[in-house]
């Protein structure tokens, strides 16, 4: 990977680079060159000479924008949960005090990095309400893969706060059991259909409808076996009740 090639994913991953214009990062700036060149560390499995280089990152930053980044990065390589939160706070307030176009697109992650570092000490309040401000970020951020991955990871926090679609995402939830039954058996074309939906889901109106409709259209094949295509029929009647 090239340096410009590593800028452009480095930029990916904070929520830039994916097209907008004011948002792409300076492959000149040596705070984004540093990052960039931890990626490439990480990317190649050493680790701390990647916590090294972001370390280094954040000293050499000169202003809120550039220390943003490199907590981003940083809190990826803490030992305790009490550390990671200690730098995605500091990362989250370091973009507060940006407060430009520049950081819009960060916020849906740097939430759903709250959020999970929450989760991990125990904090399951703290996480729902961050797993929710990274939901409500999530149009600010350019649409594309980077985007899809985000919301993937927001809806997996809110169901794992209870917060989604359909409850908690365990062996309760009933298009949990059918996913798991259809995940055993390969079956790709329902999958298809279904898990895409459930998976982004993040609990609104819209993206429950769109379970729901997923379901009845499998349900309406009837080419399921018997148990699954029960558990078919579980699923939609818990969500119509």
Do not use: K
Not at 10 to 31: F, I, K, L, S, W
Not at 111 to 118: E, L, N, Q, S, W
């Amino acid at each position: 990977m090239t340096s410009e090639e590593s800028v452009r994913e480095t930029g990916r991953e904070t929520g830039e680079g994916t097209g907008v214009e004011t948002t792409t990062m300076d492959p000149g700036n040596a705070v984004v060159q540093l990052c960039a060149r931890g990626m490439a560390a990480e990317a190649g499995g050493r680790t701390e000479e990647a916590r090294g280089l972001f370390l280094t990152a954040w000293e050499a930053a000169t202003d809120d924008y550039e220390a943003c980044v490199a907590a981003h990065y940083l809190a990826r390589h803490q030992r305790t949960p009490r550390e990671t939160l200690h730098w995605n706070r500091e990362c989250l307030t370091r973009a507060d005090r940006v407060g430009d176009e520049r950081v819009r697109p960060f916020y849906a992650s740097l939430h759903g990095a709250m959020g999970r570092a929450h989760l991990d000490l125990g904090d399951v309040e703290e996480a729902r309400t961050h797993f929710a401000s990274a939901a409500r970020h999530l149009s600010d951020v350019p649409p594309g893969q980077y985007r899809d991955w985000v919301r993937l990871s927001v809806a997996r926090g809110l169901r794992a706060v209870g917060g989604g679609d359909g409850g908690d995402g365990t062996e309760a939830d009933p298009v949990h059991v059918l996913l798991v039954r259809l995940c055993a058996r390969a079956d790709l074309d329902a999958l298809s259909l279904l898990l895409p939906v459930w998976a982004g889901s993040l609990g609104t109106a819209e993206d429950e409808e769109a379970v729901t409709t997923a379901l009845r259209m499998l349900h309406a094949e009837r080419r399921l076996p018997d148990a699954e295509q029960a558990a078919l029929s579980e699923a939609i009647g818990a969500r119509s009740a």
